[in-house]
């Protein structure tokens, strides 16, 4: 009806323009907003839980290691202890020492010739008196076998003088010859004396070249490298050795200790006390032989302050070898009924040194003065035996701070032992002993 009235077909609302362009930009921009906006205040809620749980944690966590200091202040530092006890203890002078033969000898020849056998072989064990090398003797024996031959004649003219001085005295006697001549035939008789003396002089010359030839073991010990071969021209008193030969048992050590240490070695030595001496190798680590104090120099060695020192050894398992660099102790002196404690137990504070005694599960710093240090053990004075000292947790430990002993106490020595080391020092030419030091400083 109202399209036949001649209205138009699309219905419009009154008063109302049409909708433009900037109308559809308008409401675009609002719903990206909005959509903005949600996703801002999501991503904050995010941010608001995850800030709240990380602060829950953070509390928890402060609460759990609040509880657990507070747990191990209660509970107190867990250490070890060890008690000190009352002990002997050695002193010990140590040195850098060198393995001497008793004798060595450079053997070589006191004739000329060639030398026809070498007895020996290279390194072998030989016995006082063995032979050793071969000269050719035949030259030495001609003339022996001659001076033996003037030594035979001059005898029998001697026999013959002596015969008519014999004669001349009972003619003297029957007053038939003249005086002159028994005085003449008694002095006849002592020329032909010199004559077979001077002869016998020079058999024992011409013997003792042949024996030269004959070259043996001057001792027993251990012959060298051969120096020479069956065909070589040796010279008498020459230069060059034939062989060289070193006594190993017994053998000695020399070493070297400062004057300074050398009053108490003397006062035992004045004691007629027997110093024993122990040798190590070069790394003090591993023990070699057992032996004592031999002699000392006689004088002090004005460059270095030092005085020589040797030892004898009996070797008879040949440990010790010539010229070989070891270690040596020497036991001055034994202290006795003195305070020891383990070496780990003595803490050093600059100059100071001090342990920590327990009284009461509670740590107190006590100053002591250590002194000698032997087998992991330390003499100290400033605690009395029977007192038990922390052994370990040194990092932690303070003045006053309240501990917890792990294990009951265990005697000094015994823990020493646990330990398993030697404190014992001293190298070189220093020869003294020097006690522990500690790991950490006192608060």
Known sequence: MLASQGMPSAWQPPNMPPATDSDHDALAYTA?????????????????????????????????????AHRAATAGISITTVTANAGDINVYLNAIGTVTPVYTDSITSQVNGPVVAVNYREGQIVHKGDALIEIDPRPYRATLLQAQGILERDQNVLAQAQMDLTRYRAAIARNAIAQQMVDDQEKLVLQDQGTVKNDEGTVQFDQLQVDYCHITAPFSGQIGLRLVDPGNIVQANGTTAL????????????????????????????????????????????????????????????????????????????ALFPNQFVTARLLVDTLKGVTLVPASTVQQNGQSSFIYVIQNNVAHTRTIKPGITDAGMTQVDGVKPGEVVADSSFDKLQDNARVTIVSKPAPAAQAAASNGSSSSSGSGGSGSNSSSSGRNSAP
Do not use: C, M
């Open 243 to 318: 062989a060289v030969l070193a006594q190993l048992q017994p053998i000695t050590v020399i070493f070297t200790l400062p004057e300074d240490s050398l009053s108490p070695v003397i006062a035992r030595l004045r004691d007629h006390a027997q110093l024993a001496v122990d040798v190590f190798d070069r790394s003090a680590q591993k023990k070699i032989a057992s032996g004592e104090l031999l002699a000392l120099d006689n004088q002090i060695d004005t460059t270095t302050g030092t005085v020589k020192v040797r030892a004898q050894f009996d070797n008879k398992d040949n």
């Open 32 to 68: 990206r907003t909005q959509r903005f906006r949600s996703i801002g205040l999501f991503a904050l809620v995010i941010l608001v839980v995850v800030v709240g749980a990380l602060i829950w944690r953070h509390h928890e966590a402060s609460k759990a290691a609040a509880a657990a």
